[in-house]
């Protein structure tokens, strides 16, 4: 059991301590020599500063990284995943601090956090399949006498660079199943959530996964300018806003380097009249302000298709009105904070320019909020398409509502108004108005009556157009493919 200090509302005993990169199996201090500090988001409270580590500290992991792997991938695969079943039990006994320091950091209150936690986990499980994953496949006498076989080797060494949103998960989106492939990781996590991927590291460490296999250096844009362009790195995994996620692919791809590249999004729902009303508004409200609006699948669009804009939309409106804001560990709290001052002021900036274009406030967020933190209460705006409440992703809690006529042109509006294709849902009774909406959408991760379409760990997180750039997706067969190389043997006796 790794011992954390209790967060409360009140603070916390853990103190500002100076965050440590995890290079080759030690616990050492970054050579970049600024810090930013690491917040709760919900008091203010500083809970850590996190070093901004540079090219030099990345080159440290890369070599460190490169030669645990000439080791650990002689390891037979199912002798390696008996360390993921050490780090499953490790972080299934620390649930509790887990929950709480995602929490903490983050800003999501804790059932939301419990749920971020069991979704990391179940990609450990599904990375303990890794015997089977990883096999290949062969053709007996694919000419006379000859035989083929395909076999997955792994790459070498991998790096993940992921975002604040998700301080636990998404780490765990790669992690497991780079080192069950027999790869070296390093991760660097957002320097605004950094604190649930050290305990991640630390009970990876605690698992006996040996030195240099996982690897953890803190930073921002010069620690990830450095993995793009480190030479012992094979393959980088970035998870982010669609502007970096770009100059991730094109710094990765100069470079000759393996990459995927997960960016933002602008998610639309569909809600036709025949809805199943209570449900679809208790799912889609929640799709809107869970976690606060800072989730790449949270609805951001929601089109009301004829009599739906009298039927669902005030009682979404009613719904925004009636959520308690606080810190996620307090008792009844329904929504947190987003995360820092800046990302509250750019969505107060995007709302007001979408009232400057003639939008219309239907539920007001901007005030009645609590006086510590960095809150904007929910927020609910009917636009026209042409809005930049359409086209920006805005990252909060705050639900655009365009009207349509028809299911047609309701697709129509979610395929123009802006260029994202995360993920996309329909409320609806209807098997044909669903089946229209799954072939009309541009989006990867479609939901029919679910607001939140997160695949379980065995399928891809599959975004497209400017929400993806890359071709294999992180997790499920597009995960184990990502972090192996295959080669194909063709063979004659004579
Ligand atoms: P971000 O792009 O600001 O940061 C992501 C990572 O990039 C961090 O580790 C950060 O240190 C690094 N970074 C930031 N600026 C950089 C720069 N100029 N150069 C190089 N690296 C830089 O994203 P965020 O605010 O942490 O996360 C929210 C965004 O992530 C949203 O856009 C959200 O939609 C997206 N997201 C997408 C998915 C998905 O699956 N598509 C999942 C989660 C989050």
Known sequence: MTAIAEPTSQGTAQGARTLQNFIGG??????????????NPATEEVLAHVPLSNADDVAAAGRAAREAFKEWSEVPVPERVQSLYRLRTALLDDREALVRQISTENGKIYADAAGEYRRGIEVVEFAIGMPSLIAGYNVETVSRGID????????????????????FMVPLWTLPIAIAAGNAFILKPSERTPLSAELIVRLCQEAGIPDGVVNLVHGAADAVQGICADPNIDAVSFV??????????????????????????KNHIIVMPDAVIDRSVENLSESAFGNAGQRCLAGSVMTVVGDAKDTVLPRVVERAEGIRLGFGLDEGVEMGPVIRPDARERIH??????????????????TAVPDRGFFVGPTVIGI???????????????????????IDQAIELMNTSNEYGNAASIFTSSGKAA??????????????????????AVFPFSGHRNSFFGDLHVTGRDGVDFFTRKKTTTTRWF
Do not use: H
């Open 26 to 39: 030690r616990w050492v201090d970054s050579s970049g020599t600024d810090t930013l500090p690491v917040y």
């Open 148 to 167: 083929t076989m395909l076999e997955r080797y792994p790459l070498g060494v991998g790096a993940a660079i992921t975002p604040f949103n998700f301080p």
């Open 240 to 265: 982010g806003s669609a502007r970096v996620a770009r100059i991730v692919y094109e710094a990765c791809g100069r470079n000759g380097k393996r990459v995927q590249a997960l960016g933002g999004a």
């Open 349 to 366: 900036s995007l709302i007001q320019q979408g009232l400057d274009g003639g939008a219309e406030m239907l539920r007001d967020g901007r």
């Open 384 to 406: 026209q398409p042409d809005s930049v409440l359409a086209s920006e992703e805005l990252f909060g809690p705050v639900l655009s509502v365009l009207k349509a006529d028809t």
């Open 435 to 456: 089946r229209e909406f799954r072939r009309g959408t541009p989006a990867g991760m479609i939901g029919i009556n679910v607001g939140v379409a997160a695949p379980v």
